[in-house]
């Protein structure tokens, strides 16, 4: 836990010890500049553990960019907009942020904050796990999202909570809020593409690929589900929906589709004659043999015993 401010440091050197400050105690490398009428006062209250890393931050008026330098750290910025609007700008996105309003940076990539007087709290997450997390995150930085409902809600009561325990935080409990705030961004930034148009077509059809892959290495297990694709792919089952919404048929459609095909193969293999045709369908994820003859039919107009008998 530690504290700086700008306040008593001349006019001149307080951006510069702001920068120094956020290098040496949060790894983020930060360029703000003071609005032409008004002198830069920041006041920084944060806590530096082994993972974990956040603190609460009252700035007067400025401009924030990034420094053109590896201070970042491969950082990605979480904030949650207490007092005052911002404007955020990332890529091709700008946006105002007001009080309540969550949003998150790239500090590895060009961006620009700019505000009046604000109150906020900040949390510096380590991009690389996030960006596993939330394959679409490059389309999601600068959106403000509204923290006064659903999971957002959940993220900002801990962040505001942070603030509160710190001074009885352990190492091992820091390092263990660490670990599950990406998880808890992953929830709240996953379907932010749904309800923004922001994710582009080509990672929409990247997201399918990746989808296909897992049920295709997963046919064989039988529980598999809408839920548990998601949890695999860590994309929600709404967004699945939504992606596959334009396909000739639902993705649990294709699903079974593969499955019949991968037993239909077999059946046809000489070299597999001997296996049993339960055991195949088995193999395949079908626990109900009539449910598997009646879709083998449907399917492929014959019986799995007829079509084993063409085949030998």
């Keep these: 836990m530690g504290s700086f401010s700008t306040a008593a440091a001349p006019v001149a050197e307080r951006a510069r010890l702001f920068r120094r400050s956020m290098a040496e105690s949060f790894r983020v ?29 009252r700035f007067s008026p400025h401009t924030t960019r990034p420094v053109a330098s590896s201070e970042h750290g491969g950082r990605l910025l979480l904030s949650f907009q207490k ?6 700008s990332q890529g091709a996105r700008e946006r105002r942020v007001k009080p309540g309003d969550l949003f998150v940076v790239d500090l590895s990539q060009p961006f620009m904050l700019k505000t009046e007087a604000m109150a906020t ?17 490059d389309a999601v930085t600068a959106l403000p999202i509204s923290a006064r409902g659903g999971t957002a809600a959940v993220l900002r009561a801990m962040l505001d909570e942070l ?20 998880h808890l961004l992953a ?52 967004y699945i929906h939504s992606l596959f919404a334009d396909e000739p048929v639902t993705l649990m459609k294709w699903l079974w589709r593969e499955r019949l095909d991968r037993c239909h193969r077999e059946l046809g293999d000489r ?16 626990n109900d043999p009539a449910h ?3 879709a083998f039919r449907d399917r492929f107009g014959c019986s799995p015993r007829q079509l084993r008998r063409r085949a030998n």
Aim: proline share 6%.
């Design 292 to 294: 598997f003859s009646r």
């Design 83 to 88: 007092e005052g609007d911002l404007d955020v």
């Design 187 to 238: 929830a709240v930034l996953n379907p932010l593409d749904e309800a923004h148009g922001a994710v582009p077509s080509t990672l929409r059809a990247a997201h399918k690929q990746r989808i296909r892959t897992f049920v295709r290495e997963n046919l064989g297990d039988s529980s598999l589900d809408i839920e548990r694709i998601a949890e695999g792919v860590r994309l929600s089952p709404r």
């Design 163 to 182: 603030m509160t325990v710190v001074s009885s935080l352990t190492e091992p409990a820091a390092d263990c809020i660490a670990d599950s705030l990406p």
């Design 271 to 286: 070299g597999l004659r001997e296996r049993a045709i339960g055991e195949i369908a088995y193999r395949w994820g079908f």
């Design 29 to 57: 490398g930060l360029d703000v500049q003071p609005s032409a009428n008004s002198p830069l006062i920041v006041d920084v209250v944060g806590y530096r553990g082994r993972r974990l890393q956040f603190a609460s931050l």
């Design 121 to 137: 709290t900040s949390v510096y997450l380590p991009l690389a796990v996030v960006r596993q997390l939330v394959p679409h995150l």
